[in-house]
């Protein structure tokens, strides 16, 4: 069974940076898609960012220029390093594998 374990929100001044980790478990990390979502109150789970086994990497639009996600096989694990941080990216942040599976997220508030 994966688990997926979220490190690393808080809370942060707009312009600032933080680093989002997720470890995990399981051996079928290496090739699956690793993939950071977030989502705020009321809203659907968007995909910010992910990362194919093969080191590819997708944004969104919102966050292209600021956000870079990169992941370590060996480690298990898949981070993603968020600078000029804006109000807007004010959410819960989800780490995804595969697509199906999901940490408990983990919630990132950037303050104006």
């Known amino acids: 069974q994966v688990q997926l374990v979220e490190s690393g929100g808080g809370l942060v001044q707009a312009g600032g940076s933080l680093r989002l980790s997720c470890a995990a478990s399981g051996s079928s990390f290496s090739i699956n898609t690793m993939g950071w979502y977030r989502q705020t109150h009321g809203k659907q789970r968007e995909l910010v960012a992910e990362?194919?086994?093969?080191?590819?990497?997708n944004y969104a639009d919102s966050v292209k220029g600021r956000f870079t996600i990169s992941r370590d096989n060996v480690k298990r694990t898949v981070s993603l390093q968020m600078n000029s941080l804006k109000p807007e990216d004010t959410a819960v942040y989800y780490c995804n594998q595969g697509g199906s599976n999901w940490g408990k997220g983990t919630l990132v508030t950037v303050s104006s």
């Open positions: 990362i194919n086994r093969f080191g590819s990497t």
